[in-house]
Structure formats: C-alpha cells, structure tokens
C-alpha cells in the first residue's frame, strides 16, 4: 500500500479505504456467523446481542447495529478518536450475519468436536480481516476505542482488567437477556487475543504503528481539491 493511499491524503484513498474496509468488515461477518454456528456459545459482545435479538424479537444485526451506536456514542461523549470506519463497522458487521443467517449455508453444530474446530476457524477469520480493516487507517471499531478511553480514564487500572470488566459486564447482562453462553464464549474470552496476535504476526503486521485518520480530517479530504498535509492521528486525543 502507498504512503499517500495509507495516509487517505485524496478523497480516492479514502473511497478505496472505505471499500476495503466495508469488504473486509462484510467478511468479518463471517466470521462471526462462523463462531455463532459453532453453537457452543458465542463471545462476549455476541452474547448481548442475541440476548438484545431475543429479547425484543429483533434481527441480530438490528441488536448489534443498536450496541455498536450506543457505544458510539459514548466513545464521542468521551471525546476520542472518531473514523468514518468507525461508523461503517457498526453496520456492516451485523448485516453481514444477518445474511448469512438468511443464507443459511452452514447448519448450527451438533458435535464438539466439529463446534470447536469451527469456533478456532471463525476467529482466524476475524483476526485478519480485522488486520484488512485496519490497514484502512480511517478508525478502530467503537469496542476497541471504548476500551482504550476508558483504559485512559482508569490510570491505575491495568488495561487486561479493564477489558475484563467491560467484556464480563457484556456477558452478564447479555445471559440475563437470555444470550447464549457455554464454553465457546470461553474459547472466544482468552483464544481471540492470541490468535490476532498469531495472525498479525504472519502478515507482519503492528497495529501500533497505524494512524487512524479522524472523521473531520477524513470530511476535508473528500471536500478538498487538495491533497491533506496535516491531520493524520495515532489514537491519541
């Protein structure tokens, strides 16, 4: 990927950015689907949704789309970085499940020892194509800026045991909420961060040294003749 396209300096980096995003969130779908017809439990964040989808009689993605806005939302309360991709990840994912699930190519295991090798399977692909997403550099998802500007708010705090709090707040109201838990959401708690990390690794990929544009640098571009000299951020606020 070229400096310039990497950078969304032009309004057609970002246009290509949002398609490789929006792509690569649409696959990420997949993935999820993958992890929920594992049917041994979903993850955390999966657990609300379906508890959300069941309560109210809703599509997931419908309930995912409703978390990931009212997450937004507290993300832009809290006044960190905001990306376009951002908003693209809050409904592109969802629907993607939803899809799939309309689809119906996969039928919900029935086996462990077919449901877990297919959970392992859904979240590799989640792992790269969260690499393909970020590569975008237009935003993290609304979870993952969460994270951090609580992490940031909580000094004292390590940053595991924030996201410890945060994922088992998740699945505790998203059980109540009639969500699925089982050893699945356990498979998706501890295996999802060392299989990113494995993933990352065989592409070469650091996620640290990508710098997400923010949404009023991204407006600029896109409603500028000129190419952005100024304006690219490292997540910091």
Known sequence: MTRELQENRTPGAIVLNMLI???????NGFGLYLTIQANIGVAPWDVLNMGLSKTLGILYGNASIAV????????????????????????????????????NPIPPCSSPFIAIPMMIAGLFV??????AYMIAS?????????????????????IGAVSIAILSTATLIGWLLGGPVGIGTVICAFGAGPIMQLAFRTVRFDATGIHHQRLR?????????KPLEIGIDNGES
Do not use: H
Request: contains cysteine; glycine residues 6%; proline residues 4%.
């Open 68 to 103: 990931s806005v009212t997450i937004l939302l507290i993300d832009i309360l809290m006044k960190e970085p905001i990306g376009i991709a951002m908003f693209i990840d809050a409904v592109v994912v969802g629907k993607a499940v939803d899809f799939f699930n309309w689809l």
């Open 126 to 131: 989640l792992a790269y194509t969260q690499y």
């Open 217 to 225: 640098d991204s407006v600029k571009v896109l409603f500028s003749r």
């Open 21 to 27: 995003a929006a792509v690569s969130l649409f696959i």
């Open 138 to 158: 237009l935003g993290c998802g609304p979870r993952d800026t969460l994270l951090v500007g609580l992490a940031k708010r909580t000094k004292r705090i390590p």
